[in-house]
């Protein structure tokens, strides 16, 4: 695609940047994609050894960069040291304060990047009440608050200290910037795995004074530091959206998980089917650059021009949104997030014992539902991939009844709610009867064992015993109702959005969207009403979590109905 003159100025800075730092494009170029994607990566040439972009992982923006920089790195390390701030921030609080200098080392890399972002945080107050009803409203406005608060509070000084001791400062910094710096790390951060004397260096120095070599380390906690974990969680005070970040599976022996931004890599774009993966090479035996990232090809012939992709992981259009701003129309990896109020469980009958209860069963007061579990059901949709399903198979308590008092249902097979979660309905659902059946079944147990307690398996096969399924069914059944009556109240029905997709053309920005609502064209295409792409990305989510509720409350009603017929 053709890029405007100020486009291919910045690019070929930045290629020129990549170049004096040791990057090497060897079977790819980077140009503009559209104004959705911005640039990525496209295929140059074939080959041989498949290796497309070799990245010196010394050009990474990871917290160890941060903590050693001589601007930035004394004031972040007392904070860290204090545990005021995690990893995350201080690669925040690094591109924003970047961003901000005149001379910044890294302006090549940062004027390729986008200025401003598709996720709900950079949504207009009329787009952002298009997610009215969903999970992902509430969680932008407690996110929001939660972004401003902290900047407020910490970065706004803190980045004008640096930049007064610093004498680089381009403007005064805004809120906005805190926010772009932010979304920046969400969408292009990856969890890096590194060699463990690469994240934690022992470095020798001269010393000016006495001529003598002194040892430095980054004197950095390895546990504080490092994630050490394929996948993040992002938990906004009460409201959690799985996160996981894109990973490649690491060949080397000790490494340790950092995440970091790497110049190049990161203009990869996202697709299912993916035509590359990054891998890390420590000795350079792959790439000949030690300690390096590569993006490698994943081995289907590559046609010139085209665009190379990487998976960002099997992510819901939640998900998808919530970090990257884009969603997938017919995501078979989209999933319903269904929750029982945790402040709801004081109003509830013997609160108290069965908070404990919960407790000892280690019981979710949450569950998320991919729709690959639908292909378990009682009314498979048989759209799902099957490496999804077979992830997300149910485990279901294998013994039943410990009495034989109460059957295996013959549903059993086709329940598709996660056990630990039908656990804390059953309980939540649990009369004063069933609970003191419970008790009595422990108090034997307890007995017979001399005292041992039962694990939270017994106890779970206890609370079976006491209540089986009806009564928590009828709770999921009740919450998914809830669920569809909030998605509905703000939006109308799925089928509402359907139409309202089938009428519409997406433009790129409001103003847009009211100069073609207003034109007096008549063509067919022009007839179209306009929306923004962050209103139909918002269209295209709630529609999914409409069609994923009315499918999962079928498959609840249906198990309810076999539970009361079967005495369950």
Request: aromatic residues 8%; hydrophobic residues 35%; negative net charge.
């Amino acid at each position: 695609m053709a890029t405007s003159s100020r486009e291919e100025a910045k690019l070929e800075r930045f290629l020129h940047w990549l170049q004096v730092n040791g990057a090497e494009l060897r079977g790819c170029k980077i140009n503009y994609s559209d104004s959705n994607k911005g640039f990525g990566i496209f295929s140059a040439n074939d080959v041989s050894d498949g290796v497309l972009l070799v990245v010196p992982l010394d050009l990474a923006i990871t917290p160890m960069r941060v903590l050693q920089d001589p601007l930035l790195g004394p004031e972040c390390r007392a904070m860290f040291e204090e545990g005021d701030v995690d990893d995350r921030f201080l690669m925040i609080l690094y591109l924003t304060v970047e961003r901000l200098r005149k001379n910044s080392s890294w302006k090549p890399y940062l004027d390729m990047l986008p200025t401003t972002f598709g996720n709900p945080l950079w949504f207009t107050d009329d787009e952002l009440l298009e997610l009215k009803g969903t999970t992902l409203y509430r969680a932008t406005e407690l996110q929001k608050k939660s972004l401003v608060s902290l900047y407020d509070n910490k970065l706004k000084a803190l980045v004008k200290k640096l930049l007064t001791l610093d004498r680089d400062l381009e403007r005064d910094v805004c809120f906005e910037d805190f926010l772009w710096a932010n979304s920046l790390f969400w969408t292009r951060a990856l969890n890096i795995p590194l060699p463990y004397s690469y994240v934690f260096p022992k470095i020798q120095e001269g010393s000016a004074s006495d001529g003598k070599n002194i040892e430095v380390s980054t004197n950095i906690c390895k546990e504080e530091l490092v994630n050490g974990k394929d996948e993040k969680g992002c938990h906004v005070e009460g409201v959690d959206i799985p996160v996981s970040k894109a990973t490649s599976t690491p060949k080397q022996k000790e490494t340790v998980w950092v995440e970091g931004l790497v110049p190049g890599i990161d203009f990869c774009n996202h697709d299912i089917k993916a035509a590359a993966t990054w891998e890390v090479d420590e000795t350079g035996s792959i790439t000949g650059v030690p300690n390096s990232m590569y993006l490698l090809s994943a081995g289907q012939p590559l046609q010139v021009d085209a665009e190379i992709s990487i998976s960002y992981g099997s992510k819901g259009n939640e998900e998808l949104l919530y970090l990257y701003g884009f969603v997938l129309d017919g995501n078979p990896d989209d999933y319903l997030m269904v929750h029982y109020p945790v402040e709801a469980i004081q109003n509830v009958p013997f609160a108290d014992s069965k908070a404990q209860l919960l407790e000892a069963q280690k019981a979710e007061m949450r569950c998320l539902l991919p729709r690959s579990l639908l292909d378990h059901g009682f009314f498979p949709v048989g759209n799902s991939n099957t490496e999804g399903s077979e992830k997300c198979k149910i485990d279901h308590v294998c013994s039943y009844s410990w009495s034989g008092q109460r059957k295996m249902p013959s549903y059993s097979h086709r329940l598709v709610f996660p056990e630990s979660f039908l656990t804390a309905l059953r309980t939540i659902a649990m009369t004063e009867d069933e609970l003191f059946q419970v008790s009595s079944l422990l108090e034997e147990l307890v007995q017979s064992r001399e005292g041992r307690q039962p694990s939270d398996s017994e106890v779970q096969a206890a609370v079976w015993e006491a209540c089986g399924d009806s009564g928590a069914l009828q709770i999921l059944v009740d919450l998914l109702n809830m669920r569809m009556t909030d998605l509905q109240e703000s939006s109308g029905t799925e089928d509402s959005d359907t139409i309202l997709l089938e009428k519409t053309r997406i433009t790129e920005s409001a103003n847009q969207q009211n100069e073609n609502n207003l034109s007096g064209e008549t063509d067919g295409v022009a007839r179209l009403k306009s929306m923004t792409r962050n209103v139909w990305s918002s269209v295209i989510y709630r529609r999914g979590q409409k069609q994923l509720t009315r499918l999962f409350l079928k498959e609840a009603e249906h198990a309810l109905q076999l539970a009361l017929s079967e005495g369950n």
